[in-house]
């Protein structure tokens, strides 16, 4: 079964300005994630990523079309349920999205701490993603002192933290160098092999797609126009 399986999903936005007309960001989108992979949605800006994630993560409802993950048709749960499979899912960002007023290791510890974990189970759990990301020797550092790499990297043991079964990362090397973008792609390829996390990277960079994904969505105008394997999706015999 696949951990995320769209069928003719759809959101339409309703005018934002008198006179404007509506808009249809994800247009009849079907397609199925495999547990285990790593998913790569690929498109122009505007083509209607960022939607589709916002509808996978449950943070915004779908005008049509059903949507489950893990077996479960999300478009019917009630808020309260939809907090659970939120809980399944990690987030990291392009912009980071770290608190600034708050240490690496209470930026990690946060989910854990909304989830009810005690303290010593937090404890441990944010030692183990510390080590894991390399970041052990910066619990007590604040954002502001980190490189964009590390950031991020504390991004990705922040989402990782309650231990989701999902990864959704939204254009999260867009913001970096060539160089620290191959070193978060390398760890979330870890992330990927040794925890069986799967992965969906949004992105509108080729490149990423090629290092890291397996398999691949081409979006266009809220569209899924091309999909499957990235070697024969991106190979033109
Ligand atoms: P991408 O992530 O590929 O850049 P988006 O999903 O952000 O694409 O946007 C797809 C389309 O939907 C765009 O035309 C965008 O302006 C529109 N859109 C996105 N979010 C909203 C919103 N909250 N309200 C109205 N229109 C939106
Ligand atoms: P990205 O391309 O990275 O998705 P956007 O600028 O499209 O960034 O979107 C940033 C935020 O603005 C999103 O939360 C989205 O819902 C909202 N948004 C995007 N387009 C519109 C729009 N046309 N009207 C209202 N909100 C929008």
């Known amino acids: 079964m696949p951990i995320v399986a769209l069928t003719d999903v759809t959101k339409t936005y309703p005018p934002t300005a008198k006179g404007a007309s509506s808009v249809t960001a994800v247009d009849t989108v079907s397609l199925e994630v495999e547990r285990g992979d790593v998913?790569?949605?690929?498109?122009?800006?505007?083509?209607?990523?960022?939607?589709?994630?916002?509808?996978?993560?449950?943070?915004?409802?779908?005008?049509?079309?059903?949507?489950?993950?893990?077996?479960v048709d999300i478009t019917k749960l009630s808020e309260r349920e939809l907090r659970g499979v939120r809980g399944g899912i990690g987030m990291i960002f392009q912009q980071f999205n770290l608190f600034a007023s708050k240490t690496v290791k209470a930026n990690i510890a946060y989910p854990l701490k909304l989830a009810g974990w005690s303290k010593a189970e937090i404890d441990e759990r944010v030692a183990e993603l510390l080590a894991f990301v390399?970041?052990?020797?910066?619990?007590?550092?604040?954002?502001?002192?980190?490189?964009?790499g590390q950031k991020q990297r504390v991004g990705i043991a922040r989402a990782l933290a309650p231990r989701p079964a999902i990864l959704l990362a939204d254009e999260a090397t867009s913001a970096l160098d060539p160089q620290t973008t191959h070193e978060v792609l390398a760890l979330l390829k870890r992330v990927n092999e040794e925890q069986g996390v799967t992965i969906i990277v949004i992105t509108h960079e080729m490149d990423v797609i090629q290092t890291i994904a397996t398999t691949v969505a081409v979006m266009e105008n809220g569209r899924v126009i091309e999909r499957g394997d990235v070697f024969d999706v991106f190979s033109n015999p």
């Open 39 to 71: 998913f790569g949605i690929i498109g122009y800006s505007g083509a209607g990523k960022s939607t589709l994630v916002r509808l996978i993560n449950a943070l915004e409802p779908a005008t049509g079309g059903s949507i489950l993950v893990d077996g």
């Open 134 to 148: 390399g970041l052990a020797d910066k619990a007590k550092a604040y954002p502001e002192q980190l490189s964009g």
